[in-house]
């Protein structure tokens, strides 16, 4: 099924029902579209952070400490 044909469908069976139900589809479609809309500018962060050298540095740096540099190993 198409996209349009699922909007049309959605349109038909909304205008049989009574103006409370057909505002509680609308309100859901507004949510539903709300959390795509954030999940994409969420990607949208993702990829230019890891096409950022911003981070490179952390690839490089050195580690500060070693095992070697315990005293006391916690026994929790």
Request: proline share 3%.
């Amino acid at each position: 099924m198409t996209k349009q044909a699922i909007i049309e469908k959605t349109a038909k069976t909304m205008s049989l029902l009574p103006a409370e139900k057909a505002i509680e589809i609308s309100d859901f479609a507004e949510f539903l579209f709300k959390q795509y809309e954030e999940s994409q500018i969420t990607q949208g962060i993702q990829l230019i952070v890891s096409k950022s050298e911003m981070y490179a540095l952390l690839e490089t740096e050195e580690d500060l400490y070693t095992l070697a540099d315990i005293k006391e190993p916690y026994n929790g």
